[in-house]
């Protein structure tokens, strides 16, 4: 039997060898806080006086492979043990955390289980991004063989918008670009809306060209890593988009290069949960009253009296206005959904001056030719010179609107049930259970625009 001293989840221990006895598992048992460990596959004891005594007075023959002296502990080992310290390096920036450590298969495991992990070959370092807690979690790890953070001034991790110029410019080869039209075709084929289909071939050609030039077939569950590291993260991308590239890149490895890899380990960011962005309605009717514009003041005051999102406002079509039933018809709407919302007297009479100075063929809303769709950019510069006229000094976007709608529903008594069908939203962990109204339920709900 032999004993020798380590240091085991950031407490100095003693590890016991031998071979399997059960009688000697069960005299083991005796010292207090004896522990098996699956990483050493062995028993260890605390390393304390009393630990060492009980180990000696129970098997007076086992080796101690250590000169006893203070605390235990040899010059040799305090040696080493000081130079694995200063050998720890934790460099600290506001996005990033570089880590450099002496090779450890215990924290090199501990170092894996953080999210977006990368070993960087070249500098013989870990990069870990700084999300809330890693930095926390690392102290915690490593305890006080820590004794080497540095925080640094983040000018040397900054957007890198010459990121993207860079990859714009590497020559595409022509079997990616087939590849990404491939992708492009099982994505109408399966109904996709044209503005996912524009956002996942898009998120996949960029990923696609960071990795050049590796090989499509040749990428692996890292290289998504590399890239979140590398190029979101750095370039300050939101986590909706990093959550989008991931989604693209599961479909497009899984159902058109139908790969072997585990597409499954391309995990996905932690869920943000961010306040709705709400205006007054005192703010509303500024904006509201900005534009002198018929169809302008028409777009906007539409998309906060049925609470609308762009797209569903720009698909509309003049057979979708109800008048007589006071109703509008929302058709094809996020999720392919179609779904119902009242439309109040006071707008109808809105669109129908809209509707006599314009005549619109197809569209509700059309651009300056007669049967084209107006466009969301023009849209997005309406509301954007309707803020800066009613004097708000926020960054208000056209969602806004559709959270205000909602939110003002909700403070006025409007049941949650409603406003979840009215908004086409599906069922959340915060909500109530999904649940369908009746249409004659729907009508006699007050759209808050007829309040200003």
Known sequence: MKASKIVHNNENRIKIDFPFNQEIVSKLKQIPDAKWSKTHNAWHIPDNKESIEGLKRIFPDVALLWQEGSNYESKKN??????????????????????????????????????????????????????????????????????????????????????????????????????????????????YSESTIKTYTESVKT????????????IVAGDMVKFVNEYIIESDYSYSYQNQVVNAAKLFFREVIKSKLDVEK????????????????????????????????????????????????????????????????????????????????????????????????????EGQKAGEQYSETSLQEVLKIAIKKAKINKPVSLHWLRHSYATHLLESGTDLRYIQELLGHKSSKTTEIYTHVSTNSIQKIKSPFDDL
């Not at 070959?121 to 999300?131: A, L």
Request: proline share 6%; charged share 30%.
């Open 207 to 218: 990923f696609l060209i960071f990795m050049l030039p590796k090989p499509v077939h040749e």
């Open 266 to 365: 391309f995990e996905r960011p932690r869920r943000q949960h961010p306040l709705p962005n709400v205006l007054s309605k005192e703010e509303i009717k500024a904006i509201l009253n900005a534009p002198v514009n018929v169809k302008h003041r028409t777009m906007l005051s539409l998309i906060y009296a049925c609470g609308l999102r762009r797209s569903e406002l720009l698909n509309l079509k003049p057979v979708h206005i109800d008048s007589k039933r006071g109703l509008l018809i929302i058709k094809d709407s996020k999720g392919k959904k179609d779904r119902i919302v009242p439309i109040s007297d006071k707008i109808i009479e809105i669109l129908r001056e809209y509707y006599k100075m314009y005549k619109p063929q197809i569209w509700l809303f």
């Open 78 to 191: 305090v040696v080493q043990k000081e130079a694995y310290q200063n050998s720890i390096l934790v460099e600290v920036f506001d996005k990033r955390i570089f880590l450099k450590i002496p090779k450890n298969d215990l924290d090199i495991r501990f170092i894996k289980t953080l999210n977006y992990n990368s070993w960087n070959s070249n500098k013989m370092r870990w990069e870990i991004p700084n999300y809330k807690n890693n930095l926390e979690l690392i102290k915690k790890h490593f305890g006080n063989r820590l004794t080497n953070i540095v925080v640094q001034q983040d000018n040397s991790i900054t957007v890198k918008p010459k990121q993207t110029i860079k990859l714009q410019k590497k020559e595409i080869p022509e079997e990616l670009n087939k590849q990404i039209s491939e992708f492009r075709k099982w994505l109408e084929h399966k109904r």
